[in-house]
């Protein structure tokens, strides 16, 4: 055989071999399928999850942290069985069902993963919740067709698809649309535009609702039932740049839980139905480390990293909890965080990054004091200035707190003599940016001065006693910089305890749904005197103000509008829900969140992480949430707030011209409440 003609033989014969060893480990590799891809088949990200079989350490470890975690959240004996009105929609015993869930074999580490989040889920509480990066949100699973909730002419309701459906799926899906576009039936092939407003009478052969009842059971995050009925739908938010658009949890799942979808619709000027199928499609997450095989998945994406665990803040530096992944707010800077406390909600559905149309979008500019996300509007009529607030944080504390004021001060010297704040998809923030922007609103008065929140109490466990004392015997933290602080902390009576003092002692000791526990003294007000200068007049009548949103107001969100609409009688309009069931302006109130690394952090300070109290470093790269503080009641004062009654004054229909724009939205409230 000629030298050349051999060669070409045996490198033909390589790539050959080579090529046949690639595709065994392919087939033998699930997660080698979906590496290196942006777009896959929701089946074979199942696939790559389903391969990791659980191991009895990690599987050991997560329930460890979670449990003792939970040690120090306020609502585990509350949420065995809430109060009125929440006794059917809150009853999880968590201690109870992680019990079961330790002695439950699992086919997977994957199912592992999906009974424990969604038993904490059904807490209804979106500052307890358990993230593991290696399944949620490393891949989204998408559809191109977004829903609304629309009200007829004759006054019924119907699902939609939402007219913006296909403005928003080619903008932000272009490089997957044709496959979209591909699977339509023949007769609409190609025709994606054309479902955009399309009446929809089934989904997967039942009513819609049916769809939209069986999320509001798995999807968390907010008590009220009406509020999760919401979250199914498409909406909109003030982001740090423009206005963000949400998906809503139909067109967008944190698993590759659905692989497609069959609707019966009725398109917008057609009298015929069309039945389709559509298929999911996983986009890989940014956020998401490359891999090209299972080894590379597991090591670059489900291993704790830097963050995942808390440190000794007097021998390491701190990073970034992964907890920030899952809250829903836009990053803070790491200085602003710690320095300024936080209540915000942890949800499965990252921040969103996709663009409302700029159709849908405010035309005019925002106005000087406008800040992240954050603008200031003045409205056609000359008089209804908008506070389009997305979010308590995200931006520099005091870049926020000048801005809020620079912006209504803004709108009153351009005349303005009514306010709307849009807080839709706010999942709260820095508290004391909620007290302050309560405070400049309404001035000077005793619902404001010197406390615009809640009087709260943190749940007082033997570990968390410890901590202070450590904190006091060995003055662990000079800086102030624990929570566990006395310094950091005031009495019922607005009087900051002595450096020496253990606030933790003596609890006050109650029973909770037949079960001892122990909170706190009634802790006083944490933010005045502000940082800066409030004005010394109120700059809008409560009478009107109004407070908007899609219910979906959680945490510092909360704390605001419960403050402003039981103290100062503000009115409030919940867009778009259900009229059979009563919408709800907030939910998920607390009065601080935290999370396991900040715990654990509080622990290795106070140098007892070898106390038996104390949770395990966490081994895979994941994040447990809580409610560290709740927030006592202003009707009843006795109770958490948590647990009492926000119903809306209003809930504003949607119609086919309100959907998802803000500007129309504002001009219906103004002339339905502020005329």
């Known amino acids: 055989m000629a030298p050349l003609y051999q060669f070409l033989v045996l490198s033909a014969f390589g790539f050959i071999f080579a090529n046949a060893v690639s595709d065994v480990q392919t087939r033998e590799d699930p997660c080698a399928v979906i590496g290196g891809q942006k777009w896959v088949a929701p089946k074979d990200v199942r696939a790559c999850f389903e391969s990791f079989k659980v191991d009895s350490a990690i599987k050991s470890n997560i329930l460890d942290v979670v449990s003792k975690t939970l040690a120090f959240h306020t609502s585990v004996n509350y949420e065995i069985l809430a109060p009125e009105p929440f006794s059917q929609l809150v009853h999880e015993d968590l201690f109870k069902d992680i019990a079961r869930i330790s002695a439950t074999h699992y086919g997977s580490e994957y199912d592992f993963h999906i009974d424990l989040s969604r038993t904490i889920k059904r807490l209804n509480d979106g500052h307890c919740s358990w993230a593991n990066f290696c399944y949620v949100t490393s891949f989204l699973n998408f559809l191109p067709i977004p829903l609304a909730l629309l009200t007829e002419i004759d006054g019924s309701q119907n699902v939609h698809i939402a007219p913006e459906a296909f403005q928003v799926a080619s903008a932000e899906f272009a490089d997957e649309i044709s496959v979209w576009q591909d699977a339509l039936p023949r007769s609409l092939k190609g025709e994606l535009e054309s479902l955009s407003g399309a009446k929809v009478l089934l989904i997967n052969g039942k ?216 807080v839709t998809n706010n999942g709260g923030g820095f508290i004391c940016m909620a007290h302050w922007l309560h405070r400049i609103i309404v001035g000077p008065k005793s619902t404001s001065v010197p406390q615009a929140g809640l009087d709260t109490k943190a749940r007082d466990g033997p570990l968390a006693r410890q901590i202070v004392q450590q904190i006091i015997d060995k003055n662990l933290d000079p800086s102030q910089n624990l929570l566990y602080n006395p310094l950091n902390w005031n009495d019922a009576n607005g009087v900051q305890f002595p450096a020496t003092d253990n606030w933790l002692l003596p609890p006050v000791d109650v029973k909770i749904n037949g079960h001892a526990d122990a909170f706190s003294q009634r802790l006083g007000q944490e933010c005045q005197p502000f940082s800066a200068t409030p004005p010394d007049v109120a700059l809008f009548n409560s009478s009107k103000v109004v407070i908007v949103s899609n219910g979906r107001c959680a945490s510092s969100c909360s704390l605001f509008s419960i403050t402003m609409a039981k103290e100062e009688g503000v009115r409030t309009v919940v867009v778009g829900g259900s009229k059979d069931v009563k919408q709800e302006y907030c939910g998920t109130v607390g009065g601080q969140s935290t999370d396991y690394s900040t715990i654990d952090t509080e622990i290795k300070t106070a140098l007892l992480k070898n106390s038996s109290l104390a949770p395990p470093d966490l081994l895979v790269n994941g994040a447990q949430g809580i409610t560290w503080r709740l927030g006592f009641g202003i009707q009843d004062t006795t109770q958490p707030e948590e647990w009492q009654d926000h119903p809306a004054d209003l809930n504003l229909p949607l119609t086919p011209d309100l959907v998802n724009n803000p500007v129309a939205i504002w001009e219906a409230v103004a002339a339905r409440l502020l005329a």
Request: hydrophobic residues 40%; proline residues 7%.
């Open 207 to 422: 009513p819609p609702f049916d769809a939209v009842n069986a999320n509001a059971l798995i999807a968390g995050s907010f008590q009220p039932l009406g509020t999760r009925q919401n979250g199914f739908f498409s909406s909109y938010a003030r982001s740090t740049a423009s206005f963000s658009y949400s998906m809503g949890n139909f067109a967008q799942q944190s698993l590759p839980l659905s692989d497609s979808v069959e609707l019966v619709i009725q398109r917008v000027n057609q009298t015929k139905l069309d039945k389709i199928t559509l298929p999911y499609r996983a986009r890989i997450n940014p956020t998401t480390v490359a891999f090209n095989s299972s080894a590379s998945y597991r090591a670059n994406n489900c291993v704790a990293v830097a963050g995942t665990n808390g440190v000794d803040i007097n021998v390491s530096s701190l990073a970034p909890s992964p907890a920030a992944k899952f809250q829903q707010a836009p990053p803070q800077p790491a200085s602003s965080s710690r320095k300024h406390l936080l209540n915000v909600i942890m949800d499965t559905a990252p921040w969103s990054d996709v663009v409302l149309p700029p159709v849908l979008q405010p035309s005019a500019p925002a106005l000087n004091g406008s800040f992240g996300a954050g603008a200031f509007y003045m409205q056609k009529d000359g008089i209804t200035g908008v506070l389009a607030l997305g979010s308590f944080s995200g931006d520099v504390f005091d870049v926020m707190q000048s801005g809020m004021l620079q912006g209504l001060m803004t709108l009153k010297q351009m005349g303005a003599t009514q306010l709307i704040v849009d």
